[in-house]
């Protein structure tokens, strides 16, 4: 959600994907700040998406979020959650945003191509990153799909 009397014309709805880590540089070029060059960034600049010249184009082409031992990327109409791991158990939860918004059928196992794919995806952002320096709250108990899943927040 975004308000800027005189930049932004009210009433607009957009429904592109985007990310909580797109506040920080939204926020400092239009505070009339630069980035620096000398890093990487998730998060992308949003204002230029809302101009006309950029109605169609997209911010990401994928999301991808990790809290060990759980990974999940939204790439397209496509999610993949995944256990890296055995703490939490081994699972792979591959679901169709298109035909399921609320995420209720995972199709894994009829699409094996897209969820190597998107593990390959993964694999790639991946290699790069540290693990987290920060404690993660006691694990919680969500239930997908009809199976119980324990996960880290």
Not at 97 to 112: C, F
Request: glycine share 6%.
């Amino acid at each position: 959600m975004i308000r800027w009397p005189g930049k932004i014309r009210p009433g607009q709805i957009d429904r592109r994907v985007v990310s909580l880590l797109d506040v920080f540089p939204t926020s400092l070029v239009a505070a009339g700040g630069k980035l620096p060059t000398d890093r990487v960034y998730d998060g992308v600049d949003l204002m230029p998406y809302l101009s006309p010249k950029k109605k169609n184009d997209k911010p990401h082409d994928e999301l991808i979020w990790r809290r060990s031992p759980l990974v999940s990327i939204r790439k397209g109409d496509w999610k993949l959650w995944k256990s890296v791991g055995t703490q939490y158990g081994t699972y792979t939860l591959l679901f169709n945003l298109k035909t399921d918004l609320n995420e209720t059928a995972n199709v894994a196992a009829q699409n094996p191509a897209k969820v190597r794919e998107l593990e390959a995806d993964i694999a790639q952002w991946s290699k790069d990153m540290q693990d987290p320096k920060w404690p993660s709250r006691p694990p919680t108990t969500y239930n997908v799909c009809g199976t119980p899943f324990t996960v880290p927040i």
